[in-house]
């Protein structure tokens, strides 16, 4: 093996320690440092991922949902962006805000005052698309009522491979830490959809959401201990598709300095009908670790730079590796964003899926 790949190796186990690190509780914390150690956790976490086989993000800006009458077909636009990037196994999405400036989710947030009603389209955005993603067994214990949720019951289910019903096994599942924990016990009692609850050899904040490797005995009766693991774990070792993860980004240029994956996007493609048309079967990707699809909303891409403070000046071409037009010969006068993202994943879905054949190989 490679000096270099071991080295890469080391970081990404080294990063894969901290992220469960991160979850763990310190016995004796006062609620304020709680609070604290939840904040910088979250930060922490979405600071650096780990994950050894390439990723693929797409970003697309949270406007769209603007465009859409009614709260029902917000809904629906939202369900169909959840659905492209699951049946295309991306690994992230980025919602953009275009704003001028950068704030993060929590300030957006605070800006919105969590209120009920009237949230912007890219608040409206990753809400739908974290609840989508999350299995619905644990939905109930992580997402609290909210009218932004009110129609998301008519939407065809992710149906994703770790959105497993209670007869099924897998060598991972996702789990909710419980409030309430047996008082004899060292670790924290997890719900992971099946009829017990397990028990982890972690002391983690309720409500936190985890994944759990189950290994193959079936029988929860055993007294065993089972082991949190990192997310991106049934990902490079099992190579199950895992779902997504989705970041909030203030604007275009927030999208690349906010990535989570360490050493950034090696290869960032933006999508217009202004870019070039390279034949699908003529397209080689270069072997990417971390892959970036950027779409734009009603006026491109190109505006989405053009709004950005850090990136005046800058054309779209000099920013993406490449700039491509995906339907050269399109009838309608426009493509909407969210059919562009169903159009060009399916586009690049043999280049990508040639880069991630080469890794299994290495
Ligand atoms: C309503 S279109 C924006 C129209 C704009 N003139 C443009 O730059 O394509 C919304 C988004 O859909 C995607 N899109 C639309 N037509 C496309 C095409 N022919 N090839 C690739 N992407 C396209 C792009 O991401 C675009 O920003």
């Given at each position: 093996m490679g000096k270099k790949k071991k080295e890469r190796e080391r970081a990404e186990r080294e990063a894969e320690e901290q992220e469960i690190a991160n979850l763990e509780l310190v016995n004796g914390d006062s609620n304020e440092k709680k609070q604290k150690k939840k904040k910088r956790k979250n930060k922490e976490q979405n600071d650096v991922e780990s994950y050894e086989t390439p990723t693929v993000s797409i970003a697309l800006p949270g406007?769209?949902?603007?465009?859409?009458?009614?709260l029902e077909l917000a809904t629906r636009l939202a369900g169909q962006i959840a659905r492209a990037a699951t049946i295309f196994q991306v690994d992230e999405v980025v919602v953009i805000d275009n704003k001028a400036t950068s704030v993060d989710e929590s300030e957006l947030l605070m800006e919105e005052n969590s209120s009920d009603d009237n949230e912007s389209g890219a608040a409206f955005l990753i809400r739908i698309l974290r609840y989508l993603e999350t299995p619905q067994y644990l939905r109930k214990r992580l997402f609290p009522k909210h009218?932004?949720?009110?129609?998301?019951?008519l939407l065809p289910p992710l149906?994703?491979?770790?959105?497993?019903?209670?007869?099924e096994w897998a060598p991972y599942r996702e789990g909710v830490t419980l409030k309430?924990?047996?008082?004899?016990?060292?670790g924290t009692l997890v719900d992971v959809g099946l009829n017990k609850n397990v028990l982890i050899d972690k002391g983690i904040e309720p409500g936190t959401r985890v994944t759990v490797?189950?290994?193959?005995?079936?029988?929860?009766?055993?007294g065993l201990t089972y082991q949190v693991v990192p997310s991106s774990r049934p990902r490079d070792d099992?190579?199950?598709?895992?779902g997504y993860k989705v970041r909030y980004a203030s604007n275009i240029s927030a999208v690349l300095s906010g990535c989570p994956y360490k050493g950034g996007y090696d290869h960032l493609i933006g999508t217009s009908e202004h870019g070039v048309a390279i034949k699908s079967s003529e397209l080689s990707l270069p072997s990417f670790r971390h892959l970036l699809i950027a779409f734009g909303g009603l006026a491109g891409l190109e505006e989405c730079i053009e709004e950005d403070n850090n990136l005046k000046g800058k054309d779209v071409r000099e920013l993406f590796d490449l700039y491509l037009n995906i339907c050269p010969n399109q009838g309608s006068r426009t493509i909407r964003t969210e059919e562009a993202v169903f159009i060009c994943l399916q586009y690049f879905q043999e280049s990508i899926s040639r880069v991630r054949d080469m890794h299994k190989k290495i």
């Open positions: 406007s769209i949902i603007h465009n859409a009458q009614s009218n932004s949720l009110r129609f998301v019951g149906d994703a491979p770790h959105h497993l019903r209670k007869h309430d924990q047996a008082p004899d016990l060292a490797a189950m290994g193959s005995n079936r029988n929860l009766d055993t099992a190579r199950m598709y895992w």
